[in-house]
């Protein structure tokens, strides 16, 4: 895939702004799962996923973009939700 010269520089210039998010929603959700023993585990959303989200028009610009950290917490059955 190529990316946008100005959307790699933005990103690369914003991610150790989303890795610091990581860290902190990190923090919350491992204390929580360890708590109830539930699996966890969390990323930054990598450039040509985001690149892609701005390209098709998904969102306008950077500043609408809302998932730049995605994270998944997996439960044993639904009578945990």
């Given at each position: 895939m190529?990316?946008?010269?100005?959307?790699?520089?933005?990103?690369?210039?914003?991610?150790?702004?989303?890795?610091?998010?990581?860290?902190?929603?990190?923090?919350?959700?491992?204390?929580?799962?360890?708590?109830?023993?539930?699996?966890?585990?969390?990323?930054?959303?990598?450039?040509?996923?985001?690149?892609?989200?701005?390209?098709?028009?998904?969102?306008?610009?950077?500043?609408?973009?809302?998932?730049?950290?995605?994270?998944?917490?997996?439960?044993?059955n639904?009578?945990y939700?």
């Amino acid at each position: 895939m190529i990316i946008p010269k100005d959307i790699a520089q933005n990103y690369y210039f914003l991610k150790p702004h989303f890795i610091k998010v990581k860290e902190i929603v990190d923090q919350t959700l491992i204390n929580f799962t360890s708590q109830y023993h539930f699996a966890y585990s969390s990323r930054v959303k990598e450039l040509d996923s985001l690149s892609e989200k701005i390209e098709s028009g998904r969102y306008k610009d950077w500043n609408s973009v809302d998932d730049f950290v995605g994270a998944v917490i997996i439960v044993p059955n639904i009578n945990y939700e």
